[in-house]
């Protein structure tokens, strides 16, 4: 069974009571058929302290507020400097850090998976195994979800440790859908896209959310905004255009 298309949000905003995660909200509640997938990234990663510590008190309140909306699934934010050795003590760790959110007792701040940012493209023996302990780790601490951020095409044996792989992460004026619609359509259910800079208006990015949602694309996000510090300008049209593209509200 081929999912339809769900909408995969870098929500790399601190949740301040302010509009980028009220708008986040508000979205949840006016689709709530469509899927989100929303990456929150407290400081590059996890943050160095327990989520009862008051560094995290405004992500605690946020995250089990976002937890209430049944159509979401939270993933924490790691990154891999593209499997870089030196850094595998400090992912296992940040991983094990965000598995204390799924086990945290005072609210339910639970995360579904991992995000794994900078993840590589080529296939590397090293790199794989690397990765595979992490995923491994993640998956055994109930980060059960595993999202790759290869930002281009990924060598596919990734798909044995992801569920889904971004396969473009870049600006609306290099996409090539050529090369995202080369891929067999079983690769695509499980594609990812990030395009940043949509310049163009809300009337052709409905065009694009159709074309998007037509490959058969597992998640994708379209940003007016050429960096993930605020919400899209056309982010209420964004996840309309998506809801009426995959046929729910
Ligand atoms: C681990 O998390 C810390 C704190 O959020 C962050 O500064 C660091 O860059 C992260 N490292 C990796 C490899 O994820
Ligand atoms: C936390 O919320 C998630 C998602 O709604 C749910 O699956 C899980 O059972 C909840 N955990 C607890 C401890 O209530
Ligand atoms: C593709 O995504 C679906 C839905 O999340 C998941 O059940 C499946 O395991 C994924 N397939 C691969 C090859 O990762």
Do not use: C
Request: cysteine-free; overall charge negative; glycine content about 6%.
């Amino acid at each position: 069974m081929v999912l339809p298309s769900a909408i995969l949000l870098p929500l790399y905003l601190y949740p301040s009571a302010s509009a980028p995660w009220t708008n986040l909200y508000n979205s949840l509640t006016a689709h709530p058929n469509t899927q989100f997938d929303v990456v929150i990234n407290p400081d590059s990663g996890p943050e160095l302290v327990s989520p009862g510590n008051s560094a995290l008190s405004d992500y605690v309140a946020a995250v089990s507020k976002l937890r209430t909306y049944p159509n979401v699934n939270i993933f924490g934010y790691v990154h891999t400097s593209y499997g870089d050795a030196s850094l595998q003590p400090a992912l296992l760790s940040n991983i094990s850090r965000y598995a204390t959110w799924n086990t945290y007792t005072p609210a339910n701040i639970s995360l579904d998976g991992i995000f794994f940012d900078e993840a590589p493209s080529a296939y590397d023996t090293s790199i794989y195994t690397n990765l595979q302990t992490a995923t491994a780790l993640a998956r055994s601490s109930d980060l059960r979800r595993v999202i790759f951020n290869a930002g281009a095409v990924a060598d596919t044996q990734y798909f044995a440790l992801a569920d889904y792989i971004i396969m473009y992460e870049g600006a609306y004026a290099n996409f090539d859908a050529g090369a995202i619609g080369a891929l067999a359509q079983a690769v695509r259910a499980n594609s990812s896209v990030v395009v940043y800079d949509f310049t163009l208006a809300e009337a052709d990015q409905k065009t694009f959310v159709d074309q998007l949602v037509g490959m058969g694309l597992g998640s994708f996000d379209i940003t007016t905004t050429g960096s993930y510090s605020e919400l899209s300008a056309l982010w209420a049209a964004f996840t309309q255009q998506v809801s009426s593209a995959v046929g729910v509200k």
